[in-house]
């Protein structure tokens, strides 16, 4: 595989206080490609995925141990400023979580928090922005209005949007569609397979049939442990391992 | 059947604990504004004091009041709300920090006249500021320093983690994360515990007694080291001095009215602000 590699996971072991959540876990998340993270409840996947954005650093007593590279640089390295990791890697969470503040605020946040204040710039920025979320047409004539009047399928859309306004290198989704109705979903899912051009992106799911659909890479977890990592149509058609196919093919789980 | 009897009897232990509250609620302002309400007049809300209390107004205590009350909260907001957010975003859950949070706690329950004593103390006689405004409005700030340090802790507690995940995510700092985010959305929650200081404040008598109030004073205070009357002190003066107890008890009554008023209107200027906010971007806490 001759692929660019945008995130290496070398060897890391992360601990909750002295409980240990993931044990030498180590692959290579390639550029532009879809990565799925699939497991059990509790299998650790959205911890690895909170670690490549540094989002465990928020949970106190909490330890890695190991590399996350990101384009060659350890992220977890004491000079980095975790601020600028946060910037080329972004994240969009399980339940839509846009602020308080009107849609337009919402989608600008990153850039003002970052020192871009200049309005015209802004607005380009944001409509650009959203319609990269398609999201635009529903919101255009409500720029001013509050993110919260927006239905769950459109703020979670807005949550991209305010993500890709950053313009991020790797975007970190940590099921992105469980708190959404169908519809909500499958546009969620077109999104990811549009965004995937520019960006790389690593979803973690619950939908075994959603990371089939959406992923070119797939990340099998149990009991914190990569169990398998192969293209996603190896994995679901023709895993290495028994315990693999037992889980994608719904026997346990 | 016997489920269905325990259901109205919980039902009616309960509404009638919602009645009993009301119904002496509503008593404690039918008397108040009945008997205030007779003596107010222009007068009586703009003049100074005449002939030993009896005639004239209680403006300077109005004044007064409203001074302490003002140079309380300016005292104790911006401390209280550093300290909560110290508390509640900076420092990490642990044993010291439980202890200094049980602490503040604590320190709302003490007796307002401990804090008069420590107010003439430390600000009277250690810093020298005198019985005045400024050791008066130091001594409530600190009396409410706590209940606004908890309003404001839970105002912030119970902002979703989500948010500040989402703008750290973002690239945010942790500063720019509290300022822009955690703060803006807190605000609600906080304007309530500051709406529920101002009523302590202004209606508190023991912490002014010995740091700030006078009985009588001819005129108005001209800067911050000058004793003032204050309304709750001139309703306790007037009660238990003076030598015309009949015409003396209509005038305290009269300022029960006023008081009332006061932070009736301090309240309600209070929620409003609140509620604009809070329609602002639809927040429903």
Redo the contacts between chains.
């Keep these: 595989m001759d692929y660019k590699v945008r995130v290496k996971v070398n060897h890391v072991n992360f601990f909750y206080g002295r409980v240990q959540s993931l044990f030498d876990i180590k692959c290579d998340i390639y550029d532009k490609m879809v990565t799925s993270i699939i497991g059990p409840s509790g299998c650790g996947k959205s911890t690895l995925l909170r670690l490549i954005?540094r989002?465990n650093d928020?949970i106190?007593h909490t330890r890695i141990e190991g590399q996350i590279l990101l384009d060659g640089k350890d992220i977890y390295n004491p000079k980095v400023d975790v601020?600028?990791v946060?910037?080329k890697v972004?994240?969009v969470?399980q339940?839509p979580?846009?602020?308080?503040?009107?849609i337009f605020d919402n989608v600008a946040?990153?850039l003002v928090?970052?020192g871009l204040t200049n309005r015209s710039y802004l607005s380009g920025k944001v409509e650009k922005s959203l319609k990269d979320a398609a999201l635009w047409n529903e919101v255009k004539d409500r720029l001013g209005k509050?993110?919260?009047?927006l239905s769950g399928g459109q703020q979670q859309r807005l949550?991209i949007a305010?993500?890709l306004a950053?313009e991020p290198e790797v975007i970190l989704m940590d099921e992105p569609a469980s708190a959404l109705d169908p519809t909500a979903t499958l546009k969620i899912e077109e999104l990811i397979q549009k965004l995937k051009e520019k960006y790389t992106i690593v979803i973690v799911t619950h939908n075994m049939q959603q990371a089939a659909r959406i992923s070119d890479y797939t990340a099998f977890f149990m009991l914190g442990k990569l169990i398998e990592y192969d293209l996603t149509a190896k994995i679901f058609r023709n895993p290495s391992k028994t315990i693999t196919e037992d889980y994608v093919t719904g026997r346990f789980g | 059947m016997r489920k269905k009897i325990n259901q109205s009897l919980g039902f009616f232990f309960l509404s009638l604990a919602v009645t009993v509250t009301i119904f002496f609620l509503s008593v404690l302002l039918y008397f108040i504004f009945s008997r205030g309400f007779r003596i107010i007049s222009w007068e009586f809300l703009t003049a100074v004091p005449r002939k030993a209390m009896t005639q004239g107004g209680v403006a300077p205590a109005i004044i007064g009041t409203l001074y302490l009350t003002l140079g309380a909260i300016i005292f104790s907001l911006p401390i209280g709300l550093a300290c909560a957010i110290y508390l509640c975003e900076y420092t990490p859950k642990s044993f010291v920090v439980n202890i200094v949070r049980i602490s503040i706690n604590n320190l709302a329950g003490v007796p307002s006249v401990v804090f008069g004593l420590f107010g003439l103390a430390v600000f009277v006689k250690f810093l020298n500021f005198g019985v005045s405004i400024l050791s008066g409005s130091l001594t409530l700030g600190i009396m409410v320093l706590p209940s606004i340090i908890s309003a404001a802790q839970e105002a912030l507690l119970a902002i979703p983690q989500s948010y500040r995940e989402a703008s750290l995510a973002l690239g945010a700092t942790k500063w720019q994360t509290i300022k822009k985010i955690v703060i803006p959305s807190a605000l609600p929650g906080i304007m309530t515990g500051v709406i529920l200081s101002i009523g302590r404040v202004a209606g508190e008598t023991a912490p002014i007694m010995f740091t700030a109030a006078t009985f009588y004073k001819r005129g108005y205070p001209k800067s911050i080291f000058d004793e003032v009357m204050a309304l709750p002190y001139h309703i306790y003066a007037l009660m238990t001095e003076g030598v015309h107890p009949a015409q003396q008890k209509d005038i305290a009554y009269g300022c029960a009215f006023i008081l009332l008023i006061i932070v009736l209107v301090i309240s309600a200027v209070a929620v409003i602000i609140r509620g604009v906010q809070r329609s602002k971007y639809g927040l429903q806490s």
């Excluded at chain 1, 509050?146 to 009047?149: G, I, N, R």
Aim: aromatic share 10%; charged share 15%.
């Design positions: 954005n989002m928020l106190p601020v600028e946060r910037q972004g994240m969470f339940k979580n846009p602020f308080p503040k009107s946040y990153g928090v970052n509050s993110a919260l009047t949550c305010r993500t950053i």
